[in-house]
């Protein structure tokens, strides 16, 4: 397999200061052609162009909610004829809620699970059979320290839950594609500086936070992007059903 043949799809990848634009460009400067997926079209074109012009891959971007099945379905209809085969899958796109579990309704649930779980699904349920037939695969999900702490940096408890669904996805799914030459790891960030929180953490709340890191700062976004690329390489095929922290030290277990 050579990467130039392959394409890596990462959702999410729109947001100009995230961990799926980072992303992005690192996989690209190892090699992938690169599909991005956002709700935001423009974000998505720019990224693929950035990435494009940066790194000299193929990159397309398409505009996809990835909680409607159609949505995804014509975003991976156009990358098909457009890009190599997909031989990775980075499950980045996601969002965040603050709300106490006491003051938190049935629809702010569901819209946290729709996009981290539900989203993550529709790709995942698409892609994987293609990576099976032909042997070969990586799928990536982005989870949080938040699901193995029981949140306690930003996210409530709706957001936990989800994140921690994405753990049990990635290991049965593990499971069931490791003989398929396809291999499932998960991603355990924990303060990256990122937009997701919407400025929302800052001041004496962020002080307060760095103070518990060993390492004494936030993470960066290429902290995060480092390690998907590492986990996406093809030398990398005896790593699935992992957990990789990249968290500082802030939560050690
Ligand atoms: N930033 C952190 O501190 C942190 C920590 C742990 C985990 N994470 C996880 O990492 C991932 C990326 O986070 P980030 O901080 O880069 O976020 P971000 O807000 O910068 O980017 C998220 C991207 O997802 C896209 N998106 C949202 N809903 C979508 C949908 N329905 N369909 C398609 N795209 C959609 C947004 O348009 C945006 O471009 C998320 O899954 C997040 O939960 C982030």
């Known amino acids: 397999m050579s990467l130039t043949e392959k394409t890596a799809v990462v959702t999410g990848a729109g947001s100009k200061r995230g961990i799926g634009r980072a992303t992005a460009h690192t996989l690209a400067a190892a090699g992938w052609n690169v599909a991005v997926l956002d709700l935001d079209e423009a974000s998505a074109k720019d990224a693929a162009s950035e990435v494009e012009e940066r790194n000299g891959v193929q990159a397309v971007g398409v505009g996809c909610d990835i909680t409607d ?7 991976l209809a156009v990358l098909d004829s457009a890009l190599p085969p997909v031989g990775a899958l980075v499950n980045n796109a996601g969002i965040t809620s603050p709300v106490p579990f006491l003051e938190v309704t049935g ?19 698409r892609l994987a059979p293609g990576m099976a037939q032909r042997g070969f695969g990586r799928i990536v999900f982005l989870s949080s320290v938040s699901a193995e ?12 839950a989800a994140k921690a669904a994405e753990l049990g996805f990635t290991r049965a799914l593990a499971r069931e594609l490791g003989p398929a030459g396809v291999t499932v790891n998960a991603v355990a960030p924990g303060l990256i500086d990122t937009d997701i929180t919407g400025g929302a953490l800052e001041g004496e709340r962020k002080t307060q936070l760095v103070a518990g890191i060993p390492v004494g700062r936030n993470g960066r976004v290429a902290d995060v992007a480092d390690l998907i690329t590492y986990l996406c390489r093809e030398e990398s095929g005896y790593i699935t059903g992992a957990t990789y922290d990249v968290n500082g030290g802030s939560h050690i277990h």
């Open 149 to 160: 702490r029981g949140g306690g940096v930003f996210g409530g408890v709706a957001y936990s």
């Open 107 to 125: 629809e702010e649930w569901d819209r946290i699970f729709a996009v981290n779980v539900r989203g993550a699904f529709n790709v995942t349920r």
């Open 69 to 75: 099945e159609a949505s995804v379905q014509n975003a």
